[in-house]
């Protein structure tokens, strides 16, 4: 089954960021690096990226034939998405172990979600 797993990170996580040395800071992508490299030799990361400042975001609107789009970051929102992992997991249980394992749990809101395809109880197949 496939999971995808969605990084959320908040003004707390985003702080404690922006105050680390870079040292610190290479400290944490090789965190990363090394997790990536585990799933990888597992088999089961299928991919995943680590997102652009929420200030880049731009939202897509379309109503009645009208597109229209808005930057962001949006206030009302404290919690942005910061990354994603798409897993290949035999269980909801191995997908949730690797969420809590991601070198940024302790800091950010993990979500884990299983991806569903294009058949099931819509009725139709493509």
Known sequence: MKYLVLIYGNPASRSAW???S??????????????NEELDASGERIVS???AAPELTKQVIVRDDRVSTTDGPFAEIK???AGVYL??????????EIAARIPE???AT???RP??????DVGFEL
């Open 79 to 81: 919690e942005q998405l």
């Open 49 to 51: 990226e680590r997102l």
């Open 115 to 120: 991806v569903m395809g294009l058949t099931g």
């Open 22 to 35: 870079d040292e610190q800071k290479a400290v944490g992508l090789r965190a990363y690096v090394e997790f």
């Open 110 to 112: 993990i979500e884990v």
């Open 105 to 107: 749990a302790p800091y």
């Open 18 to 20: 922006a105050g680390m």
């Open 87 to 96: 897993l290949e997991c035999e269980t909801e249980e191995r997908a949730l």
